[in-house]
C-alpha cells in the first residue's frame, strides 16, 4: 500500500519539515539548538522508525530498486543517489529514515528514476569512456551498446552539455542491450562506424581518432600499472599478457605482504574494453594499498572484495586467483575467488599434473560475511623442478573458426610439450599455440602465469668430485 502523500503547509517547500520557519513548533533543529547541537534520544529513535508499508515497499517494490553502475541507490522520492555500500535496503532505509523525503512526495515514475540513473552513470563515464562519444557529421549520436544512430541527441556547439546527456539517458533506459551496462569492443563499434557509411565524414573520423588515442593512452596506462616480474632466489616467475582490444579486463599482480610473503594474483574482469580497463586500474591500486597493512592472504581478498564492490557495473564481477608464497620452505597458499583452478606440474614427482585450489565466490556479488564464508585456502609444498600455471579463460575458451575451443586438453598437452623451456618459455610457448589454434584471431584477453621451484645445483648433471677430477685432467 503506497504512503499517503502529505501536503506542504503554506511558504513551506516540498522536503522541508514543519515549524522551520519562524519560531512555533517543536522542530528537529530547534530541539538540537535547545541541547547543545545534539537530537535527544527519544527524536532519534523516531526519526529511525519507518512505517511497514514503507519498509515492504523497500524490500519488494522495483521503484526502490534502481541503482547506477557505481553501486548508488537512487531515492525514488527525490532522485538523489545515495552510496550502498551495504548494500540497497540497508541503504534505503537509512537515507528515508534520516531524509524524511517519503513523508511529503510520491515516488517518481519508473521511467523518470531510469532516465536520472543514466544520467548519474553517464556524468561518470563520458570523461574516460570515448566510445560513448562518437556522433556523425549529421548529428546522430552512435550508441554504443546495439551500434544504432540516434538523431535528437543536441550538442551545443559540438559539446556534449547537460542537455545532451538527458537525451542520451533517455535513449538508454528504454535501450534493451544497455541492461546488461556492457558496450560493443572497440573494434566492433568502428565496424559499424564503416558499415553505416559515418567512417567518411570528418567529424566520424574525428571521433574513431579520438577512440583510438584514449585507447592508446589507457592502453599505456594499463602496461605501466601492471607489474613487472621479480627476481627471487631459487624461482622463476613468469607471465605472458595479450589484451583483446588494446586495454584488458585482465590483471596480473605481485607483492610482498607485510609477513615477508609473496603474493601473486592473477585476475578477470567480467566484460571487455575500456569500463573493465578502468576496474582494473581500481583493482590495481586496491590490492597494493590493502596489502601495506595484512599480512594475510585471505583477509586481503575480503577487504579488497568490500572496496572493490562499489565499483563494479550491477551483474559484474571479478574471478581472482591469489597465491601466497614462502619463499624459504617453498609452501603456497592457494586461493578461488570464482577463478579456475591452478595446475601444478611435478615432472619427477608421482603425480605428474594436478589441480590446486578449492572453489570459492567470485568478487563482487556478496558482502563480506557471505564471502569470506565461501574462500578457503588450499596449500601446496613446492619442490624443486614444479611448476605452477595459472591462466584466465581467454585461453581455454579460444575458438578457432569452426567454434572449437582450445580447451583443457590442448592445454595440458601443450604445457607437458614445452616444460623443459623453463616458466617464461613455457608460457610464451603456450600462448603461440593458442593463437596458432584460432590462427591470430583471439576474442578474449589472454593471460598466463607461472612460478618454478629452479632444480638445485646438484640435481642439474655432475657432481663435484667428477669436476674436480675433469678439471685436473
Same mark, same amino acid.
Given at each position: ?6 501536503? +506542504? %503547509?503554506?511558504?513551506?517547500?516540498? !522536503?522541508? =519539515? ?5 519560531? &512555533? /513548533?517543536?522542530? #528537529? ?32 517494490? +522495483? %521503484?526502490?530498486?534502481?541503482?547506477? !553502475?557505481? =553501486? ?5 522520492? &527525490? /532522485?538523489?543517489? #545515495? ?391
Amino acid at each position: 500500500m503506497p504512503i499517503p502523500p502529505r501536503k +506542504p %503547509l503554506p511558504g513551506q517547500r516540498y !522536503g522541508q =519539515q514543519p515549524g522551520r520557519r519562524g519560531t &512555533s /513548533g517543536s522542530n #528537529v533543529a530547534g530541539q538540537r539548538r535547545a541541547t547543545g547541537g545534539h537530537m535527544p534520544q527519544h527524536m532519534k529513535a523516531m526519526r529511525r522508525t519507518l512505517p511497514p508499508d514503507l519498509l515492504r515497499l523497500i524490500d519488494s517494490d +522495483p %521503484l526502490f530498486q534502481v541503482m547506477t !553502475g557505481d =553501486q548508488q541507490w537512487i531515492d525514488p522520492y &527525490s /532522485g538523489q543517489a #545515495v552510496p550502498a555500500t551495504q548494500g540497497r535496503v540497508e541503504a534505503a532505509r537509512a537515507h528515508l529514515s534520516e531524509s524524511g523525503s517519503w513523508r511529503d512526495r510520491e515516488p517518481m515514475p519508473r521511467q523518470q528514476l531510469e532516465i536520472v540513473r543514466w544520467r548519474i552513470d553517464l556524468m561518470r563515464l563520458l570523461p574516460v569512456e570515448p566510445r560513448l562519444r562518437i556522433f556523425g557529421k549529421d548529428g546522430r549520436w552512435l550508441n554504443p551498446f546495439n551500434g544504432e544512430l540516434v538523431a535528437d541527441i543536441v550538442r551545443e556547439e559540438g559539446k556534449i552539455t547537460s542537455h545532451t546527456i538527458t537525451a542520451m539517458a533517455r535513449v538508454l533506459c528504454g535501450c534493451p542491450e544497455a541492461l546488461s551496462g556492457r558496450l560493443l569492443d572497440s573494434q566492433t563499434l568502428s565496424n559499424k562506424i564503416q558499415a553505416l557509411g559515418i567512417g567518411r565524414t570528418d567529424s566520424s573520423a574525428q571521433a574513431s581518432n579520438v577512440l583510438s588515442s584514449d585507447m592508446a593512452k589507457a592502453r599505456n596506462v594499463q602496461q605501466n600499472m601492471l607489474a613487472d616480474m621479480p627476481t627471487i632466489e631459487g624461482y622463476e616467475v613468469a607471465v605472458h599478457f595479450k589484451p583483446h582490444s588494446g586495454v584488458s579486463g585482465d590483471f596480473y599482480e605481485v607483492i610482498t605482504m607485510k609477513s615477508g610473503r609473496l603474493l601473486f594474483v592473477i585476475g578477470d574482469v567480467s566484460g571487455h574494453g575500456m569500463q573493465a580497463a578502468l576496474v582494473v586500474a581500481t583493482a590495481l591500486k586496491t590490492l597494493r594499498f590493502l596489502a601495506r597493512n595484512t599480512s594475510n592472504c585471505a583477509n586481503l581478498l575480503v577487504q579488497f572484495n568490500d572496496e572493490i564492490r562499489p565499483d563494479l557495473l550491477p551483474g559484474q564481477f571479478i574471478t581472482v586467483f591469489a597465491a601466497e608464497l614462502d619463499p624459504v620452505s617453498g609452501s603456497v597458499s592457494c586461493i578461488r575467488a570464482g577463478h579456475h583452478a591452478a595446475v601444478l606440474v611435478s615432472a619427477d614427482g608421482d603425480t605428474i599434473m594436478r589441480k590446486v585450489g578449492k572453489t570459492g565466490m567470485a568478487i563482487g556479488l556478496a558482502a563480506g560475511p557471505i564471502f569470506a564464508g565461501s574462500i578457503h585456502a588450499d596449500m601446496i609444498h613446492l619442490q624443486p623442478g614444479d611448476m605452477l600455471v595459472q591462466y584466465t579463460d581467454g585461453l581455454t575458451e579460444a575458438m578457432d573458426s569452426e567454434s572449437i575451443e582450445f580447451g583443457e586438453l590442448r592445454f595440458y598437452a601443450s604445457m607437458l610439450n614445452h616444460l623443459d623451456k623453463g616458466a617464461q618459455g613455457t608460457v610464451d610457448a603456450i600462448a603461440e599455440d593458442v593463437i596458432a589454434h584460432v590462427k591470430g584471431q583471439l576474442d578474449d584477453d589472454l593471460t598466463i602465469f607461472a612460478i618454478s621451484m629452479l632444480p638445485k645445483p646438484e640435481d642439474m648433471g655432475g657432481s663435484g668430485e667428477w669436476d674436480q677430477m675433469d678439471a685436473k685432467g
